[in-house]
């Protein structure tokens, strides 16, 4: 990644200096892919440093965590007040916080980016989402605008905000790409198993899907992925071990989203489906134990149902970014921040791993309405939703009737019939927490009064303190 900016920024004019703690590494890129370019290379942090023009400007691509601070310790006492440092890996937003204002008390200006798009991003055109110090944004405006993807002319990146506004930014975006990952494998799972579609026809399912409104990177690799075959004429894919991995970034959305009690269902539960898929062991055990309906072929109309899919995938994909959204409005709201959600869809519009042409609808639906409050309720998403509803309720309804799970279509639906209810069964959770606990209820017909309710004849009238976490 680090030396794909490097190439990157090159391509764009700037004179960057290279320096990696493994030095070797260093000599090997100018004498391979840096060769013939304008990069300088640094044996050491301070030759680095003495190289920069001032104010000195050091990005740093390093592993999140301790190894972020350990650079930034050894930085500091050669850099001068005013100089910039940027992180450009997916740092948590809350390190990002404290490096800033630690940062800013030694006079010096903190970014934190996120950067995504991969390698190849990173050499072409990656979306970038600084945020932090904003003396910094001068500095090195031209340089991220410049290095960014482009979208008719405009450049994935801008200020998101201060603080770890730009790391928060990436870390939704790191969980919606969860999501859709988690959706496609859904919409795969029931292809394969359900459908029975071979190899062939599901990669021209997908690249009839990248056609139209679900035109996207994830789908497109996927239809990729499916069609690629092994020496021996097999699909590779079937040839790789069911188990997921993951390095966090999804996991903290879930996190955030129940510190700042916002419903992410879908993101949460494409954080737990690689959790329950590496727990390959324990299922093969239950596999043989534990059985579920007779068949898990689908009768019917296959071509039909395949388009059903696809309309789940679109509307299960909207609540997803609906969610993400709201989850970014209610962190706005706690730290301050003034986020722009339309500038936020068009640093995710290109370059970014879950770049499509559904984020120039998420665009214009905050253009039109700058304080949109969630997406489902814009014109165009309303539409979308209404016209797919029928297919999605019959996509998770046979999948649960053949016993195929689909976590994220499911609990995307269950989120739509929760948020568009202007009724839910709460009132007994409150009679239930005052019955056991004298938690107190409130009123219906007085928001806002709690009060207590001898349920059982014997318990007592005093009740517990209402208090809200
Ligand atoms: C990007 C990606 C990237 C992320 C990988 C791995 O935007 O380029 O989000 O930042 O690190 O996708 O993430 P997981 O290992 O957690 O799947």
Redesign the pocket.
């Known amino acids: 990644m680090g030396q794909n900016l490097i190439l990157n920024m090159n391509d764009h004019g700037f004179v960057v200096c290279a320096f990696n703690r493994t030095v070797d590494k260093v000599d090997r890129f100018l004498a391979n892919e840096a060769k013939g370019t304008k990069v300088i290379g640094a044996h050491s942090l301070s030759e680095m440093v003495a190289t920069l023009k001032k104010p000195r400007r050091v990005m740093l691509l390093v592993k999140a965590g301790r190894p972020v601070d350990d650079f930034i310790d050894s930085l500091v006492p050669l850099l001068e007040k005013g100089d910039v440092i940027i992180d450009g890996g997916?740092s948590e937003y809350k390190d990002t916080i404290r490096r800033e204002r630690s940062l800013r008390e030694q006079g010096l200006y903190f970014v934190g980016s996120g950067v995504?798009?991969?390698e190849e991003?990173a050499r072409y055109g990656p979306s970038m989402m600084p945020g932090g110090a904003l003396e910094a944004w001068p500095h090195i405006k031209d340089i991220f605008q410049s290095i960014a993807a482009k979208v008719d002319g405009q450049p994935c990146c801008d200020w998101v905000g201060p603080e770890g506004a730009g790391h928060f930014v990436k870390m939704v975006?790191?969980g919606i790409?969860y999501g859709d990952m988690q959706l496609i494998c859904e919409a795969y799972h029931l292809m394969k198993s359900a459908l029975g579609l071979s190899h062939t026809e599901m990669s021209q399912v997908l690249d009839d899907w990248n056609k139209g409104e679900l035109s996207s990177f994830l789908i497109e690799i996927t239809r990729d992925i499916v069609k690629f075959t092994d020496p021996d004429g097999q699909p590779l894919l079937e040839k790789i071990r069911d188990t997921a991995?993951?390095?966090?970034?999804?996991k903290w959305t879930a996190i955030s989203s129940l510190e700042y009690g916002i419903p992410l269902t879908l993101i949460g539960e494409a954080v737990y489906a690689r959790c329950l898929s590496s727990l390959k062991d324990e299922r093969v055990a239950a596999s043989k134990v534990l059985k579920g309906p007779a068949s898990n072929q689908f009768q019917g109309d296959k071509k039909l149902f395949t388009s059903h899919i696809q309309k789940a995938l679109y509307a299960s994909k909207i609540v997803s970014y609906a969610q993400g959204f709201m989850l970014m409005r209610e962190a706005a709201k706690q730290f301050g921040w003034k986020l722009n959600m339309g500038g936020i869809a068009l640093m995710w519009r290109g370059g970014?791993?879950i770049r499509s042409a559904f984020l120039g609808n998420i665009k214009d639906a905050f253009d039109k309405k700058p304080d949109l409050s969630n997406l489902l309720l814009d014109a165009f998403f309303k539409k979308a939703i209404d016209d797919a509803q029928d297919s999605w309720r019959k996509v998770v309804t046979t999948a649960i009737t053949l016993g195929i799970p689909t976590p994220t279509f499911s609990s995307a639906l269950a989120f739509f019939d929760g948020y568009r209810s202007d009724w839910l069964p709460a009132n007994l959770l409150q009679a239930q927490r005052d019955y056991f606990g004298a938690h107190t209820y409130e009123l219906q017909a007085e928001p806002g009064k709690f009060v207590h309710t001898n349920w059982t004849g014997h318990g007592g009238s005093v009740s517990s303190t209402t208090y809200q976490v």
Do not use: A
């Open positions: 997916n995504s798009g991969g991003g975006h790191n790409e991995g993951q390095k966090g970034t999804g970014c791993i």
